[in-house]
């Protein structure tokens, strides 16, 4: 079942779509439904992916995942959930999608028990809080300049200290903004995870075809990025397991 559009965020990219000469994204959300919706699973996908090449935005990574699972493309299905799972964790359809897919993962991979730090930070500072933080900065950055306006119209002297205090902790308010918005675009452009995109490939030991061969991996396995090294990548499972991987077989998330 697709997922309809958030308008809000369709308006943001209207804009930098036109510079490219590419139809309204609303418009090629619609014709990507009216597609999906007919059963042309492969024409909405592409609509789909033509708008997640551009912008941050969840509908179009959730449905594109929903067209490349009826293709039977468990890898690129997985790869747009992962995405979407980015700017949304907490989304309770894409969790139900996400267990049907892994379902039919070939590999079963149980997780090494964690405090979750690295989950919690995601859900603080992932892709989607982009416009969360920047709201958050907007107010306290402007709620400063108020205070300290305010400070300067006072005579008495502990109404400028109160209205000091609060305005240097409102500046600090709005620099912890800041650094949210900044952590969101970084994450936003370094991938920390990948997907298996190939039938079948070997982890090895070193980034080599002549590197021991540790375990094999399957179309549709997610992993976390440790290293990059000359077209391999080394990963790390949520079991532990470390070795290398080919670029070629995998799609950063």
Not at 7 to 21: E, Q
Request: charged share 20%; net charge negative.
């Amino acid at each position: 079942m697709t997922r309809r559009c958030n308008s809000l965020l369709l308006v943001l990219g209207v804009m930098a779509f036109c510079m490219r000469g590419v139809a309204q994204p609303d418009i090629v959300f619609e014709r990507a439904n009216l597609a999906y919706e007919s059963g042309d699973h492969e024409e909405a996908l592409a609509l789909y992916e033509s708008i997640a090449e551009g912008h941050l935005h969840f509908e179009s990574e959730f449905n594109a995942g929903n067209a490349a699972f009826k293709l039977d493309r468990l890898g690129l299905a997985r790869l747009h959930y992962e995405r979407a799972k980015l700017l949304s964790p907490s989304d309770e359809h894409l969790k139900a999608n996400l267990a049907l897919l892994e379902s039919n993962i070939v590999d079963r991979i149980t997780p090494v028990p964690s405090l979750g730090l690295k989950s919690w930070m995601a859900s603080w500072v992932g892709p989607g809080q982009w416009m969360t933080w920047t709201l958050w900065a907007l107010f306290w950055w402007t709620l400063t300049w108020v205070l300290w306006a305010m400070r300067w119209t006072k005579s008495n002297r502990d109404s400028r200290a109160t209205l000091g205090f609060f305005g240097v902790a409102s500046l600090v308010l709005g620099l912890t903004g800041l650094w949210g918005v900044k952590e969101c675009s970084d994450r936003a452009k370094t991938p920390d995870q990948v997907v298996i995109m190939s039938a079948r490939v070997d982890v090895t030991s070193a980034p080599s075809t002549t590197g021991t061969v540790l375990f094999q991996l399957h179309e549709g396995t997610r992993a976390c990025i440790l290293n990059r090294s000359e077209g391999w990548t080394e990963i790390e499972l949520d079991n532990g397991n470390l070795g290398w991987l080919p670029n070629g077989a995998v799609a950063d998330v």
